[in-house]
């Protein structure tokens, strides 16, 4: 299946869930805002929240500093 991430194109597994591809493509899951087309998405739903073929997310690190 394809979803965009960030921009390009990706080939995902079927049946995958948004916590998955997150821990898949982040390095550090407890600073990442998810974004599932055009709707943020709270962490506590990773889990079951299902990402389907032609799905745009967009993966977001927060990083501190001054």
């Given at each position: 299946m394809q979803i965009s991430l960030n921009g390009k194109p990706h080939?995902?597994?079927?049946?995958?869930?948004?916590?998955?591809?997150?821990e898949?493509?982040?390095k550090n899951n407890k600073h990442i805002i998810a974004e599932l087309n055009g709707t943020i998405i709270k962490s506590q739903?990773?889990?079951a929240?299902?990402?389907?073929?032609?799905?745009?997310l967009e993966l977001v690190s927060i990083v501190g500093g001054g």
């Open positions: 080939a995902i597994e079927n049946s995958t869930t948004l916590a998955q591809i997150i898949e493509f982040s739903t990773w889990q929240t299902a990402v389907k073929n032609g799905d745009q």
